[in-house]
C-alpha cells in the first residue's frame, strides 16, 4: 500500500477511535483528491479498515472506486451492499452527500449494466439509515425510483412512495430541486403504471408547487401527464383555488403551455361528445405522443371518453336498450355497449342491471347508504389522517413562531405601525390646538 | 397455498429480489404469477412477465401460460381462461390452479349477481366456464330462478355485521366532534 494511504489509514483509524467525526469528515473531504490518484490500492486500504468503526472511512473509499470506474462489477456490487448492511448510521451521518453521491453512483452503474433490480433492496436499506425520520425526502429517493421503473419491479418503491413527504434531508447543501421534482415525476410515472390515477396525479402536480424562475423538461412532461390523467379520471383540471396560489397556477399553466400544444388539444377535444373529433387529433398528433412514450395512456383517455359518454347517460335515462346505448354512445353494436357496460359496473363506475331478456339497461342510483361498518372504518381512517396533519401544522407553526428571524421582523414591523400612529396622533394634537 | 396468500406473496418477492446476480429460479416468478392471479392483481402479473428473464419464459412452460390466463382476464374472455386452466400443470401448482379456477368462477358469477337481472344459460355458461347442462344447476344452487332459456340472477343477501363496542365508538367520536369544533 502507498504511503499516502497508509497515512490516510492512520488518521483515518485515529480520529474513528477519539470521536472525533466532524474533523474526520473534513478530512476526508481534503482527501478525496488523493485517493482518485491512488485507485490501484484502494482494495488493500479498504481490507484494513473496520466497517463498524470506520463507516466515513470506508465510504470515502467506495466512493473514489466508483468515482474511477475501476474494479469488477459483481465485487462492487457486493461490497455496496455489505456496506449499506453495515455501516453505523451515527457516523454516516455527518456526510449524507457523500453517501447520497455514492448511492446516485452505484445506481448509474446498475442501469449501465441494466441490472437495475439488484438494486432495489439495497437503496431501500440505505435509505431506511440515513433518513431522520420515515417523513423525510433525500435525493435516494428519486434514484430507487429510478431503478423501479427500469427494473418494472414496483414494490419496494410503493413502500416509499406511500408514506406522506414532511421533511427534506438538506444533505450539506447538496440536495438540489431536480431531485425533488425527479422523485415526483417517477412516482407519478409508477402510480401510473400501476393504474393508482389518483396518486399519480397528486405526484404530477408538482409542477405548479415547486417556485422556479425558469421551466424544466421534467416540468413540462410531468404537464403533460397530468393533462392525460384528468382526461382519464374525468375529474376537473387543476385543484381548488385555497390549496396552490391562483397566480403561481395562471403564470405556470401561461408558460407551460406552448410546449404542450398537442396535449392541450387533445383536452379540448376530449370536450366535445362525439368521438371524431378526439381520435382526429390522436392521429394528427401521433407522432409527438409516440416520441413523448404517452401513446398508452392517450389510448386510455379515449376508453374514458366512451365511458364519459356511458356516464351521460345515466343522468338523463332511467332505462335505456342496450342498441340506442350503442348508438348513443357511438360504440359498434349493442355487444360491445353490454361489455362496456359490463366492464363499468365492474369497476363500479355505474350502477346499473343489464336484462338480456328484453336487452334493456336499467340505471339505478348508488346503493351506498354510508351506514355500512366499512364506511365508518373508511371515515376514520381518513379523520385519523386530516387529524395528525393538524397536529403537524401546528406544530410547523409553532416552530415559526419561535425562529429569531420572524419574531425579529414581527416586532419591527409593530414598532414601525407603533411610532406611525405616534407620530399622525401627535401632528392631529398640534393641528388640532392650532386650530384652537 | 391458499391459506396464507399474502404472507406467501410477501415471502416470494423478497425472494425473487435477493437473487443472486437477479435472477430467481423459474419455480419462483411461476408461483409468483400464480398468488398475483389469485389476489386479482392482473397489473403486477403484467409487470411480472415484463421483468421475467427470459429463462423463466421458455415456450409452454407454466410462466407462460399463468400470463396468457392473465391476459384472457384482461380482456374478460372467460371461457378462453377456463379452458387454458384446465390444461396440465407442474405439481408444485397444481393447487394453487385448481384454486384459481374455483376463485375465478366465484368472481364472475358474483359481478353476474350484480349486474344483471337476466341472462341467456348460453352467456352464463360461458362466464362460468361449465357446460350447458350444468349450468341450470349452478344457477339453482345459487337460488337463481331458472325460466326455459333464461335464468334471472339475484344478488347475494347482504352480510350481517357483527356488534361494536359502544363505548369506544363513544370515545372515538367525541374526539371526532371536539376537533372538527376547533
Known amino acids: 500500500m502507498s504511503f499516502p494511504l497508509e497515512s490516510f489509514v492512520n488518521s483515518v483509524k485515529t480520529l474513528s477511535s477519539q470521536g472525533n467525526l466532524s474533523c474526520l ?231 407551460i403551455r406552448p410546449f404542450c400544444v398537442p396535449y392541450v388539444e387533445l383536452a379540448t377535444a376530449f370536450a366535445q361528445r362525439s368521438p371524431e373529433p378526439l381520435l382526429a387529433v390522436v392521429t394528427r398528433h401521433q407522432e409527438q405522443f409516440t416520441r413523448d412514450q404517452n401513446t398508452g395512456l392517450v389510448k386510455q383517455v379515449v376508453a374514458s371518453h366512451n365511458k364519459m359518454n356511458i356516464q351521460r347517460l345515466t343522468k338523463t335515462f332511467v332505462t335505456l336498450s342496450l342498441s340506442d346505448v350503442a348508438s348513443r354512445a357511438q360504440l359498434p353494436s349493442a355487444q360491445k355497449a353490454e361489455l362496456h357496460v359490463l366492464g363499468m359496473i365492474e369497476e363500479g363506475e355505474i350502477f346499473a342491471a343489464i336484462d338480456q331478456r328484453d336487452g334493456m339497461v336499467r340505471f339505478q342510483d348508488s346503493p351506498e347508504q354510508y351506514a355500512a361498518p366499512e364506511m365508518v372504518a373508511r371515515l376514520e381512517r381518513e379523520l385519523a389522517q386530516i387529524m395528525a396533519l393538524e397536529r403537524r401544522l401546528q406544530q410547523l407553526d409553532e416552530e415559526i413562531q419561535l425562529e429569531p428571524q420572524y419574531v425579529q421582523k414581527a416586532t419591527k414591523t409593530q414598532h414601525e405601525d407603533d411610532s406611525g400612529q405616534a407620530c399622525s396622533s401627535s401632528q392631529n394634537n398640534k393641528v388640532a390646538n392650532n386650530i384652537m | 397455498m391458499l391459506a396464507d396468500l399474502e404472507s406467501t406473496r410477501k415471502e416470494l418477492e423478497k425472494e425473487e429480489l435477493s437473487a443472486p446476480d437477479g435472477v430467481a429460479p423459474s419455480e419462483v416468478y411461476s408461483k409468483l404469477m400464480a398468488c398475483y392471479l389469485l389476489e386479482n392483481d392482473l397489473c403486477s402479473a403484467k409487470f411480472l412477465w415484463k421483468r421475467a428473464p427470459a429463462s423463466a419464459k421458455e415456450t409452454d412452460g407454466p410462466l407462460g401460460r399463468l400470463w396468457s390466463v392473465g391476459q384472457k382476464l384482461w380482456t374478460k374472455d372467460f371461457p378462453a381462461t377456463y379452458s387454458v386452466l384446465r390444461g396440465e400443470w407442474p405439481d408444485y401448482l397444481q393447487k394453487a390452479v385448481s384454486e384459481l379456477e374455483g376463485v375465478i368462477r366465484e368472481r364472475v358469477l358474483t359481478l353476474v349477481s350484480r349486474a344483471y337481472t337476466s341472462i341467456t344459460l348460453t352467456d352464463l355458461a360461458a362466464f362460468a366456464g361449465v357446460s350447458a347442462d350444468q349450468v341450470a344447476a349452478v344457477a339453482r344452487e345459487r337460488g337463481w330462478s331458472v325460466d326455459g332459456a333464461v335464468v334471472g340472477p339475484k344478488p347475494a343477501p347482504p352480510v350481517i355485521h357483527g356488534a361494536t363496542n359502544c363505548e369506544k365508538t363513544l370515545a372515538v367520536l367525541t374526539q371526532y366532534v371536539s376537533f372538527l369544533e376547533n
Do not use: W
Open chain 1, 25 to 255: 469528515y473534513e478530512f476526508l473531504e481534503n482527501s478525496s483528491e488523493m485517493l482518485s490518484k491512488n485507485t490501484t490500492h484502494l482494495e488493500a486500504a479498504l481490507s484494513s479498515l473496520e466497517l463498524g468503526q470506520h463507516s466515513l472511512g470506508i465510504l470515502a473509499l467506495l466512493l473514489a472506486r466508483f468515482k474511477a470506474g475501476a474494479g469488477e462489477p459483481a465485487t462492487l456490487d457486493r461490497q455496496m451492499a455489505e456496506f449499506v448492511e453495515g455501516c453505523a448510521v451515527d457516523q454516516i451521518r455527518y456526510a449524507p452527500d457523500s453517501y447520497a453521491e455514492l448511492c446516485h453512483l452505484y445506481t448509474k452503474k446498475l442501469l449501465e449494466r441494466s441490472k437495475a433490480i439488484k438494486g432495489l433492496r439495497v437503496l431501500q436499506q440505505a435509505i431506511a439509515k440515513i433518513q431522520a425520520s420515515p417523513n423525510q425526502l433525500t435525493s435516494i429517493h428519486a434514484d430507487l425510483c429510478h431503478l423501479a421503473l427500469s427494473a418494472k419491479c414496483f414494490r419496494p418503491a410503493l413502500d416509499v412512495l406511500d408514506v406522506d413527504i414532511a421533511d427534506i434531508s438538506k444533505e450539506n447543501g447538496k440536495f438540489e430541486s431536480r431531485h425533488l421534482l425527479l422523485y415526483y415525476y417517477y412516482g407519478g410515472l409508477i402510480y401510473t403504471a400501476v393504474k393508482q390515477f389518483e396518486r399519480a396525479l397528486f405526484c404530477f402536480e408538482i409542477y405548479f408547487s415547486v417556485p422556479s424562475l425558469s421551466l424544466s423538461h421534467i416540468m413540462v412532461e410531468a404537464f403533460k401527464k397530468h393533462i392525460l390523467l384528468t382526461l382519464i379520471l374525468r375529474v376537473e383540471a387543476p385543484p381548488p383555488k385555497h390549496c396552490y396560489s391562483e397566480v403561481a397556477r395562471t403564470t405556470m399553466g401561461r408558460r
